[in-house]
Nanobody, 116 residues
Framework: QVQLVESGGGLVQAGESLRLSCVVS????????MGWYRQAAGEQRELVAG???????NYADSVKGRFTISRDIAKNTVYLQMNSLKPEDTAVYYC??????????WGKGTLVTVSS
């Protein structure tokens, strides 16, 4: 059974950093694309960063240069390193896994709150 579990969220001040983790079971290798999304209160869910099996990454313009997505295949984990956090980064962050001919899988999310 596929399961994605996020962790690492919390309350930080503007300018600080957090690293989010998403542990994928049974294996990260069965998925083609992994991504981090976020949803702020009253807003639609949006893509933050994505990574493909080849390691190609893409980022939302609002986080370029501040956030980095990476993965550790041996640990079945995808990370989102978030630096220079801003109050507008406050949201619930979700992990998403996709593979061909299947519906996407989502984690339950982890809350990030950035105070000014």
């Amino acid at each position: 059974q596929v399961q994605l579990v996020e962790s690492g969220g919390g309350l930080v001040q503007a300018g600080e950093s957090l690293r989010l983790s998403c542990v994928v079971s049974p294996s990260i290798s069965i998925f083609n694309d992994m991504g981090w999304y976020r949803q702020a209160a009253g807003e639609q869910r949006e893509l933050v960063a994505g990574i493909t099996t080849s390691g190609r990454t893409n980022y939302a313009d609002s986080v370029k240069g501040r956030f980095t997505i990476s993965r550790d295949i041996a640990k079945n984990t995808v990370y989102l390193q978030m630096n220079s956090l801003k109050p507008e980064d406050t949201a619930v962050y979700y992990c998403k896994a996709e593979r061909h001919f299947d519906t996407p899988y989502w984690g339950k999310g982890t809350l990030v709150t950035v105070s000014s």
